[in-house]
Nanobody
Framework: QVQVVESGGGLVQAGGSLRLSCAAS????????MGWFRQAPGKEREFVAG????????VYADSVKGRFTISRDNAKNTVYLQMNNLKPEDTAVYYC?????????????????WGQGTQVTVSS
């Protein structure tokens, strides 16, 4: 049984930075791919970034490449999303999730355990 809790969201001006944290309970954390997704008002939840169990491989949505960095610290059961050069279009609730099925990192249906979300608002 996995519990996932995001934190670190807030209000920032365009061009600013935020670092989101995702704390996940469970002994299987270190063996799981983790992902960040976001959902803006009126839009579908979309993939942002994913990271392999060891942290050695990462995948990013085109919209955030070069600006966001996903990382993890398995000793702390925590995954991070460093967001730089934020844009108003990054405004959304950001969710952390545990990937439980094999397949593409970007497929939302492959993730089973989700956090409650943390709000990121980028003002122009």
């Amino acid at each position: 049984q996995v519990q996932v809790v995001e934190s670190g969201g807030g209000l920032v001006q365009a061009g600013g930075s935020l670092r989101l944290s995702c704390a996940a309970s469970g002994r299987t954390f270190s063996t799981s791919v983790m992902g960040w997704f976001r959902q803006a008002p009126g839009k579908e939840r979309e993939f942002v970034a994913g990271i392999s169990s060891s942290g050695g491989s990462t995948v990013y949505a085109d919209s955030v490449k070069g600006r966001f960095t996903i990382s993890r610290d398995n000793a702390k059961n925590t995954v991070y999303l460093q967001m730089n050069n934020l844009k108003p279009e990054d405004t959304a609730v950001y969710y952390c999730a545990v990937k439980t099925l094999a397949g593409s990192y970007s497929l939302i249906t492959l993730y089973d355990y989700w956090g409650q979300g943390t709000q990121v608002t980028v003002s122009s």
